[in-house]
């Protein structure tokens, strides 16, 4: 193993060495995730069915859980030369500062314009929409990341495309609707009078602050209801991990070039994309039985669906209109308290980690939120970035392991997943520098209320 | 010259070829830059009298007109470890929009949190303050990005920092303040109540929007009133361009090693930190007769001080409580309309730029608003970086040019400075999609006034 004092602060891949394809770790699953089902027949989805929502080499990725790699296509891949290959960075003034035997490492998605790794699937399914022929694609987006990435991805090839983006965030926000303006996008706060499903969730829940599975609903009716048009997702799907795959592949190809083997391979987790797109390859070892990794995905509190969720079908939105997954889930209906980490105020899991966590594969943590802030102020000061809300989960642990090896002397190698930057989420930081944070976490009785509510798949 | 399909979009140094010492301009220049001279004396600034204001190794590298290179100090190159080199960027995508059979390469200087190229020398000034065993420093910023590169530098140093923030920036960017906060900067609006100064300029100008050279006066007031603090400034003076040389440096290393040799370099102008610290290598080749390249200096057209100020000792700030710079200037009471590029809102320019654009070995161009703010966001969509408008003014000279080759058929090689990035500059991409933005640029009889105002130095 090469010594410390040889590797870089940054890790930059040669261009040359980036992947030439994702990696679907679903290949090396034995128990595959479980496939969506027809929310009438309670059937699994077909191809034909997906394809009225989805691109259809989309459809083809999202249910192919046997092929290892897929060959990313030329025009992508001279997109993500642009901002890729994003800097796996040793964080060797963190370490310092905490003083600890620790080797810490994170792979830092956030330099490119929409802010973090999202823009990795957003040109992949604009691309397959392009080429298939359409006018343009919906979408929903919560923290905004995911929007201005599509808004970008869209620009670039020419595509119409529109944002229904989490009320809540709209609002905190004000300044990501412009960057999505600039990038010719159309954003309409959620839930909206715009679509039907809008109308019966504000009926129902006036003054809601929204959440994604609201603006999901809005932006697949959109997209159905609109000649040329298709729904594109930001997480969740099995098609986005995939995508997001380019994430732990240029991970682990920086770390082999330096012979350094992690022990802990932590990550955010809202829908999954960061954290499945992160630790696929390393994934993909495991369950081949090839090497070890402590895997963790850090939730927050608030939203707690790995830790405090049940595994069940259940709805992708609140409006039900989509098809059921099986996943780690609150109930389509839970609506966490706003809290600042709009990316991660989802109520379901990724299929595909649902059932690795289930099959305990990997392990999962919740944080709360002001104990997150303090994570990222500490982070900012030291290491010259400022972490997005959602990033800074999983720096809280990556801080938290560093300090128990102070304890133990164990020297660890920690990776983790810095997803993106704060620029856009400075009313958050407002609020924890005037000690206005909000923790509130749900009670027992209240997700209680909320899994009652689960559809009944037997 | 390697062909064209072998120059990756994206040219990274590795850490070991990062520049060891800084470059001086000074010492290749033959008409060396005109003094500072003393507002009381009119007689050149003695080291002891700047080390009032200044840190004394500050004070050395300002004075220092021979020396071609200063070794960079081991902890400043390990905080450029951190975020740089950055990248040299071929810009692919916008050749192939513009048509255009030239070359053009942008160094990028935005991914760091600070968002522009101010942290090359913020680290610097903050690093010899810390040296000297000062507890703090005193600023002042106008778009906001100098403040917050400062307060990054100090956070990381653990030296204090309050920082005077031109008012105008300050309402329209309302979450800069919030950065430089997460790094634990004081921020005050300026012109303030908190100076003499500032309470002198607000009687004289009550509801003035501020400029730079207003808070530069309160910054200096500040730091001499108070024991253990010295002030430090982003722009303008020659220790800064000293620093800002790591850009050039790193951009010529880069070119080198693929065998480009620019014909033009363009960079956006305001005191000239950027400009300067890009072309600084360029130019020494120029100097010593070795090469030729055409330099380009781009200013706003709403405050244009090489292209119709006059080549006069002028005082660097509007309180007249600063040295005198022989400087290309608009008159230190010049206060230009609110643009939005508060980075370029000064009313003079750097005595190195000043000198060699009078000794012909450079020129200028300003350019109107509107055009700027397209040409910004024609670049974000292709090129997929929303850029700081600031930055956006070399984009529009670098598109005409590009643009111009088109016609002539010439394959120009450009290479311009992309100074940072436009996240904390929304409300002005939002006036621009409005259609409210202004382009006044003032008339010769305004000029005239301010000119008139010039101090008498013979």
Same mark, same amino acid.
């Given at each position: 193993? /090469?010594?410390?004092?040889?590797?870089?602060?940054?890790?930059?891949?040669?261009?040359?060495?980036?992947?030439?394809?994702?990696?679907?770790?679903?290949?090396?699953?034995?128990?595959?995730?479980?496939?969506?089902?027809?929310?009438?027949?309670?059937?699994?989805?077909?191809?034909?069915?997906?394809?009225?929502?989805?691109?259809? #080499?989309?459809?083809?990725?999202?249910?192919?859980?046997?092929?290892?790699?897929? #060959?990313?296509?030329?025009? %992508? *891949?001279?997109?993500?030369?642009?901002?890729?290959?994003?800097?796996?960075?040793?964080?060797?003034?963190?370490?310092?500062?905490?003083?600890?035997?620790?080797? %810490?490492?994170?792979?830092?998605?956030?330099?490119? @314009?929409?802010?973090?790794?999202?823009?990795?699937? /957003?040109?992949?399914?604009?691309?397959?929409?392009?080429?298939?022929?359409?006018?343009?694609?919906?979408? #929903?987006?919560?923290?905004?990341?995911?929007?201005?990435?599509?808004?970008?991805?869209?620009?670039?090839?020419?595509?119409?495309?529109?944002?229904?983006?989490?009320?809540?965030?709209?609002?905190?926000?004000?300044? *990501?609707?412009?960057?999505?303006?600039?990038?010719?996008?159309?954003v309409t706060p959620s839930p909206s009078e715009?679509?039907?499903?809008? *109308?019966?969730?504000?009926?129902?829940?006036?003054? @809601?602050? $929204?959440?994604?599975?609201?603006?999901?609903?809005?932006?697949?009716?959109?997209?159905?209801?609109?000649?040329?048009? *298709?729904?594109?997702?930001?997480?969740?799907?099995?098609?986005?991990?995939?995508?997001?795959?380019?994430?732990?592949?240029?991970?682990?190809?920086?770390?082999?070039?330096?012979?350094?083997?992690?022990?802990? %391979?932590?990550?955010?987790?809202?829908? $999954?994309?960061?954290?499945?797109?992160?630790?696929?390859?390393?994934?993909? #070892?495991?369950?081949?039985?090839?090497?070890?990794?402590?895997?963790?995905? &850090?939730e927050p509190a608030s939203c707690p669906s790995?830790?405090? $969720? +049940?595994?069940?079908?259940?709805?992708?939105?609140?409006?039900? +209109?989509?098809?059921?997954?099986?996943?780690?889930?609150?109930?389509?209906?839970? %609506?966490?308290?706003?809290?600042?980490?709009?990316?991660?105020?989802?109520?379901?899991?990724?299929?595909?980690?649902?059932?690795?966590?289930?099959?305990?594969?990997?392990?999962? +943590?919740?944080?709360?939120?002001?104990?997150?802030?303090?994570?990222?102020?500490?982070?900012?000061?030291?290491?010259?970035?400022?972490?997005?809300?959602?990033?800074?989960?999983?720096?809280? +642990?990556?801080?938290?392991?560093?300090?128990?090896?102070?304890?133990?002397?164990?020297?660890?190698?920690?990776?983790?997943?810095?997803?993106?930057?704060?620029?856009?989420?400075?009313?958050?930081?407002?609020?924890?520098?005037?000690?206005?944070?909000?923790?509130?976490?749900?009670?027992?009785?209240?997700?209680?209320?909320?899994?009652?509510?689960?559809?009944? &798949?037997?």
């Amino acid at each position: 193993m /090469a010594q410390n004092n040889e590797i870089p602060y940054k890790i930059y891949l040669e261009e040359s060495e980036m992947p030439k394809a994702w990696y679907n770790v679903r290949a090396d699953m034995k128990n595959k995730p479980a496939p969506l089902l027809n929310p009438g027949t309670l059937q699994p989805m077909t191809a034909e069915e997906l394809s009225g929502v989805f691109c259809e #080499e989309l459809v083809k990725q999202e249910l192919d859980n046997d092929t290892p790699f897929v #060959e990313i296509p030329q025009e %992508i *891949r001279d997109f993500y030369k642009m901002y890729r290959p994003s800097p796996l960075v040793r964080a060797y003034c963190l370490e310092k500062q905490l003083g600890t035997p620790a080797k %810490i490492y994170y792979k830092f998605e956030g330099n490119n @314009t929409s802010g973090s790794h999202k823009l990795n699937s /957003a040109i992949a399914q604009a691309y397959y929409a392009k080429n298939q022929g359409l006018k343009g694609v919906t979408t #929903e987006t919560g923290a905004g990341q995911w929007g201005t990435a599509l808004s970008m991805a869209c620009a670039y090839l020419g595509l119409d495309c529109k944002v229904y983006m989490v009320k809540v965030s709209y609002e905190q926000k004000p300044f *990501r609707r412009e960057v999505m303006r600039t990038y010719g996008a159309q954003v309409t706060p959620s839930p909206s009078e715009t679509t039907e499903v809008g *109308r019966r969730i504000l009926a129902a829940h006036p003054g @809601t602050t $929204g959440s994604l599975g609201c603006a999901i609903s809005e932006a697949v009716e959109d997209a159905v209801t609109h000649e040329g048009y *298709r729904y594109v997702l930001g997480s969740v799907l099995n098609q986005v991990l995939l995508h997001q795959s380019v994430i732990g592949l240029e991970t682990k190809i920086a770390l082999d070039k330096y012979g350094i083997k992690p022990d802990m %391979i932590i990550g955010c987790a809202g829908g $999954g994309s960061n954290l499945g797109g992160l630790i696929s390859p390393f994934m993909g #070892e495991k369950l081949r039985g090839e090497a070890d990794y402590d895997i963790v995905a &850090v939730e927050p509190a608030s939203c707690p669906s790995l830790t405090r $969720g +049940v595994y069940a079908y259940d709805f992708c939105d609140t409006g039900m +209109v989509c098809p059921l997954a099986k996943m780690y889930t609150l109930g389509s209906n839970f %609506i966490p308290a706003p809290n600042h980490a709009g990316g991660l105020r989802y109520h379901g899991m990724s299929s595909i980690l649902s059932q690795l966590y289930h099959d305990g594969y990997m392990r999962a +943590v919740s944080v709360p939120q002001t104990a997150v802030f303090e994570a990222a102020e500490q982070f900012a000061r030291v290491e010259g970035i400022l972490p997005a809300p959602e990033s800074s989960h999983a720096i809280r +642990v990556a801080i938290d392991e560093a300090l128990k090896c102070k304890e133990t002397g164990e020297e660890k190698t920690i990776v983790f997943g810095l997803t993106g930057t704060g620029y856009f989420d400075l009313v958050a930081y407002q609020k924890f520098h005037d000690g206005q944070m909000d923790d509130y976490i749900p009670t027992d009785d209240e997700l209680k209320t909320y899994f009652a509510q689960l559809p009944k &798949v037997e």
